[in-house]
C-alpha cells in the first residue's frame, strides 16, 4: 500500500513509501529545485528515519528540472528568510558542510539500492546529487554541469570521488574546471548514467528499474551490493576472498534456509 509520509517541514522535500520503494522527489519547482541547508538537512533526515522495509530509494526532481543546484539567492545580501550558509570564518564551518553531505552519503547504504531519476537541469548540487545514487536513469532532455569552480567554489558534496571512478581523472578534471553542460548523450557515453529515455517515459522507466531491483531477496541485495562496493580497493586474490566470506556468511544466516 502506498503512504505519503511527511517530509521535514520546511525542507522543499517530498516523501512517498510504496512497499519496498521510497521516492524522494525535490519540491522546489519555483526555483527549479535550487538547493538550501534545510533541503540538505532534510535528505539527512530523511535517511535517519527511513523504514526498514524500504530497498530502493528513487530521488526526481518535480517541475521543469532535477535541480538548478545551490540557490544562489544564498550568497546575496538579501539571503533567503529562514536559511542561511555558515561562513567560512565560522568555527563552525566544516561541521555544517559535514552536516549538508550526510544527506548524500545515506543513498550509498548497502541495505538499499538508490535511483536518480534526472530530467532537465542537474546542476551543481543537484549533478552531485545524482553521482550519489548508485544508477542514474536520464531523460533525454537532461543537462549537467558541475558549476562550483565557476563560482568560484570546490564541489563538497561527495561527488568528487564517484565522478572521477565513473570517467577517470582527466575527464574529471576537465568537466569541473570547464563547468560545462554535459547533455544525456553525452551522458551516457561517459558512463555517467545507465539508461536514457524520452522525457514521457522516465517515471515509467524507473519504475520498471526499481520493481528489477527488489526481485533478489533483501539478504541477497544487501550482502551483494556491500561485496561489490568493497571490490575497487582490492586485488584479485582479495576479492575473491571476500567472495568466499560473504557467501559463507550469508548462507550461515539462512540457516536450513540456504539454497546451497
Not at 570564518?89 to 538508490?114: C, H, K, M, N, T
Not at 539508461?195 to 517515459?201: E, F, G, K
Amino acid at each position: 500500500m502506498a503512504s505519503s509520509l511527511a517530509a521535514p517541514e520546511g525542507a522543499g522535500l517530498k516523501l512517498d513509501i510504496d512497499g519496498p520503494v521510497a521516492t524522494i522527489t525535490l519540491h522546489r519547482p519555483e526555483r527549479r529545485n535550487a538547493m538550501t541547508p534545510s533541503l540538505w538537512r532534510g535528505l539527512a533526515a530523511i535517511g535517519d528515519d527511513l523504514p526498514p522495509e524500504v530497498r530502493v530509494v528513487v530521488v526526481r526532481g518535480d517541475g521543469p528540472s532535477f535541480s538548478a543546484g545551490i540557490d544562489l539567492r544564498l550568497f546575496t545580501p538579501e539571503g533567503i528568510p529562514g536559511e542561511e550558509l555558515t561562513s567560512p570564518s565560522d568555527p563552525d564551518f566544516e561541521d555544517a558542510v559535514a552536516s549538508y553531505q550526510a544527506g548524500y552519503l545515506w543513498l550509498r547504504r548497502p541495505e538499499i539500492v538508490s535511483i536518480a531519476a534526472v530530467h532537465g537541469y542537474a546542476i551543481g548540487g543537484g549533478f552531485q546529487l545524482a553521482l550519489a545514487c548508485d544508477l542514474r536513469v536520464c531523460a533525454d532532455d537532461a543537462i549537467f554541469c558541475m558549476k562550483e569552480p565557476a563560482l568560484g567554489l570546490v564541489p563538497d558534496l561527495t561527488g568528487t570521488k564517484p565522478l572521477v571512478e565513473l570517467v577517470g581523472l582527466p575527464r574529471a578534471l576537465e568537466i569541473c574546471l570547464t563547468a560545462r553542460n554535459i547533455d544525456a548523450a553525452e551522458a551516457s557515453a561517459l558512463g555517467l548514467v545507465q539508461r536514457v529515455v524520452p522525457a514521457a517515459d522516465l517515471d515509467a522507466a524507473v519504475a520498471a528499474l526499481a520493481a528489477g531491483l527488489c526481485t533478489a531477496a533483501a539478504d541477497t541485495a544487501r550482502a551483494t551490493k556491500e561485496l561489490l562496493l568493497g571490490a575497487p580497493g582490492r586485488s584479485l586474490a582479495e576479492q575473491s576472498a571476500a567472495e568466499i566470506a560473504m557467501q559463507a556468511r550469508l548462507q550461515r544466516s539462512r540457516g536450513e534456509d540456504s539454497p546451497w
